[in-house]
Every structure is written in structure tokens, then in C-alpha cells.
Nanobody, 114 residues
Framework: QVQLVESGGGLVQPGGSLKLSCAVS????????LGWYRQVPGKEREFVAS???????VYADSVKGRFAISRDNAKNTIVLQMDRLKPDDTATYYC????????WGQGTQVTVSS
């Protein structure tokens, strides 16, 4: 069983930064692809970024150049550094782990507003 716990959400002004963290527990986590999705009420969940066990990262076009994903395999954590935030980045952000099936965290709210 894999469990994911996000932290670091909150309210930030446009142009500001936030760092989201996710603690992942379970066996063999270093083999999993880890990542982030986000969701706005009334819309489908949207891929944000992912990172493989060898640290290959993929980003959605909407966040490329502004967000950076990283992982620490020794600590089973991933981090999403979000810079130059926009109001359109407002969403609930979910940490995910994938190895065959997809596991989800409970989500953390990010609000970008002046």
C-alpha cells in the first residue's frame, strides 16, 4: 500500500512562489514515477509534472519554465517548486505515485490571488 501526504499549499500573490512537498510511504518507492496533478472545481484533473526514478522530469506546457519538480529517493519525498505563479494556477494540487496503478494523495489547496 502506498500513501502520499502533501504539504505546503496556501495563498500567494500573483508572481509569487510556493513550494509543495509530498511524503511517500510504501515499499519500492524509488522505482515509482512520482508527480503532481491539479484540479479546479468543475474541471478534470490536469497533469502538472512528473519525475522518474532516474530524475527525468516532464512538465505540462502551462507550467514549463515556472515550476520545477525534484525527488529525494533516500527520503521518499518529492517537491514542486512553483515560481511566477498566476491566478490560473489556483487549484487543488495532488501528489501521485505510479507503478502500474496510480496512487493519489489527499490534495493541498493553492490559491493565487491579490
Amino acid at each position: 500500500q502506498v500513501q502520499l501526504v502533501e504539504s505546503g499549499g496556501g495563498l500567494v500573490q500573483p508572481g509569487g512562489s510556493l513550494k509543495l512537498s509530498c511524503a511517500v510511504s510504501g515499499s519500492g518507492i524509488s522505482s515509482y514515477v512520482l508527480g503532481w496533478y491539479r484540479q479546479v472545481p468543475g474541471k478534470e484533473r490536469e497533469f502538472v509534472a512528473s519525475i522518474t526514478s532516474s530524475a527525468t522530469a516532464v512538465y505540462a506546457d502551462s507550467v514549463k519554465g515556472r515550476f520545477a519538480i525534484s525527488r529525494d529517493n533516500a527520503k521518499n519525498t518529492i517537491v514542486l517548486q512553483m515560481d511566477r505563479l498566476k491566478p490560473d494556477d489556483t487549484a487543488t494540487y495532488y501528489c501521485v505515485a505510479r507503478l502500474g496503478r496510480l496512487y493519489w494523495g489527499q490534495g493541498t489547496q493553492v490559491t493565487v490571488s491579490s
